[in-house]
């Protein structure tokens, strides 16, 4: 485990990417790995989404669905289960992991991202995670627009098909009947709609690192990712 030196501000490690890229598991490694706190963005969206569903809301109504998180932010607790495991994911003491990790939420999900109402109401929210000793993010606009000053910034891609055919491995590894051809249309949608959105389009910061981790296994990217951490004098680690 790399042990902080402490700093006035808390320091970020902002991973990006599109979903299949494999961010999920080695956010949740990295921030074991270093003893840092873990924010899993994409996961405020999709509970967002949650929220509007459970309240009736349609995600035309970006106002409505903003204003379900404007008054109070609901507690959201990410914790890192074993190695090859998904982030658990609770919402005001509930595991929701498994329930906001289906297709309509994260369909939903992108869907609410594209509001800049939407967006400006969970930016606050998202940057309460930065506690000491340190945060770990995982999302799509988090070196660009949400920590803009994170320390070190990584931006994880791999090549369409493999990204469909690693999702459709956990969908059916959970019992879930999905079809790889129309689960394969839905993440290029979704990419199609994420890349070319006016607000917080996908895509890596300017000083971001790129690794691609097409034909990488998840302990090669995460041996990849924890040397450029190590190389990172700004990050304040005696490793």
């Known amino acids: 485990m790399g042990s902080v030196r402490m700093k006035d501000n808390a320091p970020v490690i902002t991973i990006d990417g599109p979903s299949g890229t494999g961010k999920g598991t080695l956010c949740s490694r990295l921030s074991r790995w270093l003893g840092w706190n873990l924010l899993d963005s994409g996961a405020l969206y999709r509970i967002l989404a949650l929220l509007g569903q459970r309240a009736g809301l349609p995600v035309t109504d970006a106002d409505g669905v903003a204003a379900l998180v404007r008054e109070r932010f609901p507690e959201v607790q990410f914790t890192g289960t074993g190695a090859d495991d998904p982030v658990s994911v609770s919402l005001d003491g509930v595991d929701v992991g498994a329930r906001i990790r289906l297709e309509d939420c994260g369909n939903a999900a992108s869907a609410l991202a594209a509001h800049g109402v939407v967006r400006a109401s969970i930016l606050a ?115």
């Open 125 to 239: 929210w998202q940057r309460s995670f930065q506690r000491p000793p340190g945060l770990v993010t995982d999302g799509r606009d988090m070196g660009t627009v949400v920590f803009p000053d994170a320390e070190l910034k990584i931006f994880l891609t791999a090549n369409p098909r493999e990204r469909a055919k690693r999702r459709y491995n956990q969908l059916s590894a959970k019992g879930i009947d999905v079809n790889l051809a129309e689960l394969a249309e839905v993440i290029a949608e979704r990419d199609r709609r994420d890349t070319r959105r006016r607000l917080s389009p996908l895509k890596p910061a300017a000083d971001a690192v790129i690794v691609d981790t097409s034909g990488s296994g998840k302990d090669e990217v995460f041996a990849r990712v924890t040397q450029i951490i190590s190389n990172h004098s700004d990050l304040g680690l005696n490793i």
